[in-house]
């Protein structure tokens, strides 16, 4: 199975300061058909996982342009230009370009 | 607006079955594969069960493969996984997702307890 490594675990930020999150594949997730199937989640507390960025660097519908993802084959990072409150709780990535699918563990934005 | 409504968690004994269902609105749902996600007490997200639009493939990761069944029924709009077998480590929130991750339901908790 593909091993999604997410670092740090947590992360510990302040309002306005800008972050980034990495994700490491254990294999390359470029898809034959040419996608990549790595997309971003944020869990806030109590709620349910949310799409924010899917296929690599795709902003979903509704997710504030502060949030954006790069990056191919291996290496893969959320990058969040300027924290605001509602930004906290954990974020996931996960692939869909290997079976089964995967998640990461998890990065817990929390306020410094 | 995409909405998924999760129903038919409870509380079972292990190796007892329990079905699950997703009722979906706001989108054309035989457009969509559409999955089921899970979520331990405390932990992450393990993926459970995907399913074609047309429901004519499965997909399932080892954890599940035998025990879980997803199935639909899209002139009713309707995701099921149907749980067999059950194990006290099935104990988790169970959600209903568009695709892989692109929308989400409210999720339904399952405890496996004696």
């Known amino acids: 199975d593909v091993v999604l490594t997410q670092t740090p675990p947590t992360l510990s930020a302040t309002i306005g300061q800008s972050v980034s999150i990495s994700c490491r594949s254990s294999q390359s997730l470029l898809h034959s058909n040419g996608n990549t199937y790595l997309h971003w989640l944020l869990q806030r507390p109590g709620q349910s996982p949310q799409l924010l960025i899917y296929?690599?660097?795709r902003l979903e519908s509704g997710v504030p342009n502060r949030f954006s993802g790069s990056g191919s084959g291996t290496d893969f990072t959320l990058k969040i230009s300027g924290v605001e409150a509602e930004d906290l709780g954990v974020y996931y990535c996960?692939?869909?370009?290997?079976?089964?699918?995967?998640f990461g563990a998890g990065t817990k934005l929390e306020l410094k | 607006e995409v909405q998924l409504v999760e129903t038919g968690g409870g509380l079972v004994q292990p190796g007892r079955s329990l079905k699950l269902s997703c009722v979906a609105s706001?989108?054309?749902?035989?457009?969509?594969?559409m999955s089921w996600t899970r979520q331990a007490p405390g932990k992450g997200l393990e993926w459970v069960a995907s399913i074609t639009n047309s429901g004519g493939s499965t997909y399932y990761p080892d954890s599940v493969k035998g025990r879980f069944t997803i199935s639909r029924d899209n002139a009713q709009n309707t995701l099921y996984l149907q749980m067999n077998s059950l194990r006290s480590e099935d104990t988790a929130t169970y959600y209903c997702?568009?695709?892989?991750?692109?929308?989400w339901g409210q999720g339904v908790m399952v405890t496996v307890s004696s």
């Open positions: 996960v692939q869909g370009t290997h079976a089964p699918n995967t």
């Open positions: 296929l690599v660097s």
């Open positions: 706001g989108f054309t749902f035989n457009n969509y594969w």
């Open positions: 997702t568009r695709d892989l991750a692109q929308n």
